[in-house]
């Protein structure tokens, strides 16, 4: 053990072990959790020290041997549901079956009719059909209305023929798309007799159960090469009259008779609990990657020294320097409000799908806008926080072996999947113009509800006098309610104005956009430091122990934004200017403090080795001789004189020397 990391440990007073069980749920959960890992462990495929250096083919086939693995571990030993959530984050790796365990099987529990889920769910559980899910195409991706792919139902057949029209309706970027699924949710224009019918999902078969080759009229495979996630085919799809039966429509919402009659038959609103599942995964997503970016970056901070005051005693721990506390534990800080939201959003979202077996969609409207614009603002701080932790740890940083390319490439793609984060705004934003309204009017709101006071909160400043008032989540409440409201507000007047001189919604809205993602950022920044407020108020009655580290990652997450988007917050001198100190000054104090315990709250995480898989993070901090040991396994060095050396470069020096 790293005597730096050691001293860490022994100084700090955090019940890491009742901690653990805490974020974890149970210290049931917790031992659950350790068990599963040693299944993971002791499989060879899911082996991680070598996977830098594998070619992208040699990565898929690791994927594919993954998924073998994972589902013997599953079937082997039993697992229920909740085992197999937890196996997934031990895995920590994506593979090509992703979307077959999520989107795809949840679109049979939720879009079929009884009928067709009793046939295709066992299928699918039993992985006899592998599938995915198919929206996106080449030229279209958010504006579903824009899709091109068509469905053309034939009455004397009673069949529907699947077309491809144009090279941009090709479907495009479906994970597991390319090369391991045998189906698709398929997702396309409705036409019956000439007539349009909308969009609507179909189950169509791609490749033989026999040979795994295409079926006549399919055009599949890999997209190629990108930014990371290479275990995953993501893939392209081309349909040319492809014919599938008429119970191959996913008929829950919507049905097409054998006469050809169409009739809505459920509320149309389903479609969205695919993109809805997602969301929530997303955020608990944002909270794993950011646990991971700030134990690496932590615990090197606290192993690397550099510099020192004094040049005869010994240099000075990264951690110990004011700048490095100020630009990573606000990740640390992060990762836990981040935990708090996903506990809250995966509640609102049981509640709703409770409700939706009742056919009741109350909830449908706000978990839609609230996800929407949670998973816009996290994907963003998540992504940005592993980039801030790469940065911080210094040259070794950009070193594959550090973990943080590699986390990067394979995160920030949830920036663009599952809706724009900039195009999710809009549906944040819509809600809370109808929210506001609402409030106006006298009713009580559910969710926001800091927006039945929106004019007054818009209007006043805030009333901090000493730095430690910022301490209070009252206080904090009211700044981040304050910009909210005031944002909104005046959206609203805007709109108002610009339709009350002769303007139509439509470009009122459009030259608007870049006001309404800051309204949809402003809300949900709202919500993320109330989920935190609640949460720790919550510790406090139940784990008294927990609360005061709880209490001050907190404070450090509502303040830390606060100056970080100080000019929100002044421009309207909500904020005076001896405010806006008081925040820099708490903020400098309260990370001093946080620094203290910064190890044991990253040690909290319960990460292992194998899932940080990084040289800079290891939890026995031998950093150095884990980038020694990297570096040997490159494959240049397997040879002292490199292939391609003698033929192109030893004739360069010969002709020097001549």
């Known amino acids: 053990m790293n005597a730096d990391l050691l001293h860490e440990r022994n100084r700090s007073a955090v019940p890491v072990a009742e901690l653990t069980h805490f974020l974890d749920g149970n210290e049931s959960i917790t031992r659950r959790k350790i068990f599963l890992h040693s299944l993971i462990e002791a499989h060879h495929a899911f082996r991680r020290d070598d996977v830098v250096f594998l070619s992208r083919s040699a990565r898929y086939k690791r994927g594919l041997e993954m998924v073998n693995a994972y589902r013997t571990i599953i079937n082997e030993n039993n697992l229920s549901k909740d085992d197999i959530a937890l196996l997934d984050r031990i895995v920590d790796e994506w593979m090509p079956n992703a979307l077959h365990e999520s989107m795809f099987k949840f679109c049979i529990n939720n879009l079929c009719t009884e009928v067709q889920k009793r046939k295709w769910l066992p299928l699918a559980e039993s992985y006899a059909i592998l599938g995915t899910y198919a929206q996106t195409e080449l030229g279209h991706g958010s504006n579903?209305?824009?899709?091109?792919?068509?469905?053309?139902?034939?009455?004397?057949?009673?069949?529907?023929?699947?077309?491809?029209?144009?090279?941009?309706?090709?479907?495009?970027?479906?994970?597991?798309?390319?090369?391991?699924?045998?189906?698709?949710?398929?997702?396309?224009?409705?036409?019956?007799?000439?007539?349009?019918?909308?969009?609507?999902?179909?189950?169509?078969?791609?490749?033989?159960?026999?040979?795994?080759?295409?079926?006549?009229?399919?055009?599949?495979?890999?997209?190629?090469?990108?930014?990371?996630?290479?275990?995953?085919?993501?893939?392209?799809?081309?349909?040319?009259?492809?014919?599938?039966?008429?119970?191959?429509?996913?008929?829950?919402?919507?049905?097409v008779s054998r006469d050809g009659r169409f009739e809505r038959v459920g509320d149309d609103r389903l479609v969205y609990g695919p993109m809805l599942m997602m969301r929530v995964w997303i955020i608990q997503a944002s909270e794993y990657f950011l646990a991971k970016s700030a134990t690496i970056a932590v615990r090197y901070s606290a192993v690397r020294r550099q510099g020192s005051a004094d040049p005869s005693g010994p240099e000075t721990q990264v951690l110990d320097y004011p700048i490095q506390q100020w630009r990573i534990l606000p990740v640390l800080a992060a990762a836990y409000a981040a935990h708090f939201t996903r506990l809250r959003i995966s509640a609102l979202f049981a509640e709703l799908q409770s409700g939706l077996e009742r056919a009741d969609y109350t909830l449908l409207p706000q978990l839609h806008a609230t996800s929407s614009g949670l998973k816009s603002v996290l994907s963003f701080i998540t992504s940005e926080g592993i980039e801030a932790c790469r940065l911080a740890c210094g040259g070794h940083g950009y070193s594959l072996a550090s973990a943080f390319p590699e986390m990067y490439g394979n995160f920030s793609h949830l920036i663009t999947a599952e809706g724009e984060n900039y195009l999710l705004t809009q549906q944040t934003t819509r809600f809370l113009l109808k929210a506001l309204q609402q409030a106006r009017g006298g009713s009580k709101l559910r969710t926001a509800a800091y927006l039945e006071h929106a004019d007054r909160l818009a209007s006043e400043t805030c009333s901090v006098r000493t730095a430690d008032e910022w301490l209070d989540p009252q206080a904090q409440l009211h700044a981040y309610g304050h910009r909210a409201s005031r944002l909104l507000v005046s959206l609203a007047d805007r709109l108002h104005s610009e339709v009350a001189a002769g303007g139509t919604p439509e470009c009122a809205w459009q030259s608007a956009l870049i006001e309404v993602a800051r309204v949809s950022k402003a809300h949900t920044w709202y919500i993320l430091v109330a989920n935190f407020v609640e949460g720790v108020a919550t510790v406090k009655r139940e784990h008294p122990n927990l609360y005061p580290y709880l209490r001050l990652l907190s404070n450090v997450f509502a303040l830390a934004n606060v100056e970080r988007d100080m000019g929100d917050f002044s421009e309207d001198a909500y904020l005076s200017p001896i405010q806006a100190a008081f925040v820099r000054s708490q903020l400098q104090r309260l990370l001093a403090e946080l620094r203290t315990d910064a190890v044991a709250l990253v040690d909290a995480f319960g990460l292992s080795d194998r899932q940080v898989n990084s040289a800079l993070g290891r939890h026995d901090g031998h950093v150095y001789q884990a980038l020694a040991d990297f570096a040997q396994r490159e494959p240049l060095n397997a040879s002292e004189v490199a292939d391609g050396f003698e033929e192109n470069i030893r004739p360069l020096m010969r002709q020097s020397r001549a």
């Open 144 to 255: 579903v209305r824009g899709l091109e792919t068509t469905a053309t139902f034939e009455a004397a057949r009673d069949e529907f023929v699947l077309c491809s029209p144009t090279l941009t309706a090709a479907k495009w970027w479906p994970g597991g798309l390319g090369k391991f699924c045998t189906h698709a949710v398929v997702y396309a224009q409705l036409y019956i007799d000439g007539r349009h019918h909308g969009l609507h999902p179909f189950l169509v078969q791609l490749r033989s159960l026999d040979n795994h080759m295409p079926l006549p009229g399919v055009t599949v495979g890999d997209i190629g090469p990108k930014f990371a996630f290479h275990t995953v085919d993501n893939g392209f799809l081309r349909l040319d009259n492809v014919r599938i039966p008429r119970d191959q429509m996913l008929m829950k919402t919507a049905a």
